[in-house]
């Protein structure tokens, strides 16, 4: 009996020594939500990215809801991380990137608060550097930045046909993105500023 107290007491100190994998969460509205999983996705240290609602007032919202923009939700990733390996201002500022943080009536062809560019953040830390980058994109254009800053409320997974459509329709996604101008107004905002 007391050899098996001691094997449990030696377990408990192996697990209670071993560093548990922690993982954290950042959600950012970047327009189309197809869009932004990609650019995280490519990031050592995320771990997985959600497409998503967050936002509105209604409880489970549909896609056909969110997009018709009756429940205030917009389109969002939820990205889960690795801050070992990846920080949430290196996440920060891939966001930025893909994004136009000027034009406070949606993203590229889609209009609406449903598409609204918004960071939602979860704790003081996140504002605070929501607030700081937020300041230095502001300064790097030399205009306003309409992306809001927003306490991160409940987040509701899309539908599945929704999660990785980049890599399930590579060419419809393609299409879209080209279509919808996002490229060329990402490189008229960012190619030559560093």
Known sequence: ??????????????????????????????????CMEKPFDEVDGVSKTVSGYIGGQRANPTYEQVSAGITGH???????????KVSYEALLAIFWRNIDPLDAKGQ??????????????????????????KAQVS??????????????????????????????????????RHGCGRDKRLDVLWGEKK
């Open 74 to 84: 917009a389109e969002a990733v939820q990205i889960s991380y690795d801050p070992d």
């Open 108 to 133: 590229f062809c889609d209009k609406g608060s449903q598409y609204r560019s918004a960071i939602f953040y979860s704790n003081e830390r996140e504002l605070a550097l929501a607030q700081q980058t």
């Open 1 to 34: 009996m007391l050899a098996r107290v001691g094997v449990c007491v030696m377990l408990m100190a192996v697990v209670v020594g071993a560093k548990a994998q922690e993982t954290a969460v950042a959600i950012f509205a970047g327009g189309c939500f197809w």
């Open 139 to 176: 300064k790097t254009l030399g205009l306003p930045v309409a992306t809001t800053l927003e306490v991160a409320t409940e987040f509701y997974p899309a539908e599945d046909y929704h999660q990785d459509y980049y890599l399930r329709n590579p060419l419809r996604y393609k299409y879209y």
